[in-house]
Each structure stands twice: as structure tokens, then as C-alpha cells.
């Protein structure tokens, strides 16, 4: 079944707003996680990494926080710009050089 | 971001023809990946591609499934008789190691 999933598949935030992605997964042997951005009609672009011991690590305007107990991960986006709309994907490698596993996505809508 | 081509950007074949689908690879990297995603679904996992073998593959990646570096440059991934439901883009992706992936821009395949 499905193992890597989003709480939300939509989500719009005003520009500027900081805009919160959550992802849960529920393989507890999972090691390593990115968050991805797609564009209409592009590949999914690499956002930001984060391996299973540590729990938050931060970016350019973005933090990717996890929380192994609940087995649950999010990508945070501060002061939102209408560049970010765009659908977000978590993925995950369950272990050694296995390959990811992507979630749905979520789409994130920016109000100008 | 290290940049992933690949060719064509779109191909519009005939059900049961063969295609060739191309990724230019980045000089340093090791670890080749082929994904690919039916429209509005999720990024599946097709196979993975380190020192010129396999080294993953999902269900998804059958006997009319293949890949190589013909000449150890170009990466490509072959379909020998193209089904409907093959509709769908096709993204190469690269990494130095086996963990951060970097994704080409999607070759988009239309089987008719």
C-alpha cells in the first residue's frame, strides 16, 4: 500500500505568508528524504534534503523538519512569492541505495 | 543545480513501435535513474543504473524495457513495443552518490 502520503493535496497561501507542507510516511526504516518542486511540464526540481538523524535542516527561505516519531515530514516556505506555485513532492529511500518513493504531491497555489 | 538533458522532449509513436528515449549525462555522476509519471499521478520508480548494470528495478520495468550507455555517454531507455497505457513522461535522473537525484526536464511519450 502506500507508503509515502500527503495530509493535504491543495494548498493556498497569500504571498508573503509562509506556507507549510506536510508529508507522512510509514516506513520506519527510512533513512533519507528530499523534497521536490514540479512546475507545469517540467522534472521535479531538488529542493532540500534531510537524513533520518536529524530533525530539521534549512534552506535558502525553506527548513524541511522531521519527526521520526510520528513518522511524519514537512517543508516549510517562508515569505511565499508567486514562483513558488507549483506541486510539491516528498520522497523517500527506505534504505541503503534503494529508490525513492514519491508521495502524490501537494499542490501550492500563491495569491498575489 | 547540475543541469539533466534529455531528448526528445516529446515523441508521439504508434502502438507496438519501438522508442529510444535519451538523457545527457553529467561527467562526475555514478548513478543514473529512469521514473516516470502518468499524467496527473505520482513519480513511479522504473530503474536504477550504477558502473553500466542495473542495479534496481521496479514491476514496472519488464522484458520490453531496457536501458544502457551505448558508447559510455548518452544514458537511454528503450521500450521495443510501446503499449497504450506507456503514455506518460519519462524523467532521467542523475546523482554523484546514491542519495540527492537530479532530474531531467521529461521526455513526454504519447502512444497511439
Known amino acids: 500500500g502506500e507508503s509515502v502520503g500527503l495530509h493535504l493535496p491543495t494548498l493556498s497561501v497569500q504571498e508573503g505568508d509562509n506556507s507549510i507542507i506536510n508529508c507522512a510516511y510509514s516506513n520506519s526504516a527510512s533513512d533519507y528524504f528530499i523534497w521536490y518542486k514540479q512546475e507545469s511540464g517540467k522534472g521535479p526540481q531538488f529542493i532540500i534534503d534531510?537524513?533520518?538523524?536529524?530533525d530539521k535542516r534549512q534552506g535558502q527561505r525553506v527548513t524541511v523538519l522531521l519527526n521520526k516519531t510520528v513518522k511524519h515530514l514537512s517543508l516549510q516556505i517562508a515569505a511565499t512569492q508567486p514562483g513558488d506555485s507549483a506541486v510539491y513532492f516528498c520522497?523517500?529511500?527506505?534504505?541503503?541505495?534503494?529508490?525513492?518513493?514519491f508521495g502524490k504531491g501537494t499542490r501550492l497555489s500563491v495569491i498575489a | 543545480e547540475p543541469e539533466v538533458t534529455q531528448t526528445p522532449s516529446h515523441q508521439v509513436t504508434q502502438m507496438g513501435q519501438e522508442v529510444i528515449l535519451r538523457c545527457v549525462p553529467i561527467s562526475n555522476h555514478l548513478y543514473f535513474y529512469w521514473y516516470r509519471q502518468i499524467l496527473g499521478q505520482k513519480v513511479e520508480f522504473l530503474v536504477s543504473?550504477?558502473?553500466?548494470?542495473?542495479?534496481?528495478k521496479s514491476e514496472i520495468f519488464d522484458d520490453q524495457f531496457s536501458v544502457e550507455r551505448p558508447d559510455g555517454s548518452n544514458f537511454t531507455l528503450k521500450i521495443r513495443s510501446t503499449k497504450l497505457e506507456d503514455s506518460a513522461m519519462y524523467f532521467c535522473?542523475?546523482?554523484?552518490?546514491?542519495?540527492?537525484?537530479?532530474f531531467g526536464p521529461g521526455t513526454r511519450l504519447l502512444v497511439l
Open positions: 534531510i537524513r533520518s538523524n536529524m
Open positions: 543504473f550504477y558502473n553500466n548494470e542495473i542495479s534496481e
Open positions: 535522473a542523475h546523482g554523484q552518490g546514491a542519495e540527492t537525484q537530479y
Open positions: 520522497a523517500e529511500r527506505r534504505s541503503g541505495n534503494t529508490p525513492l518513493v
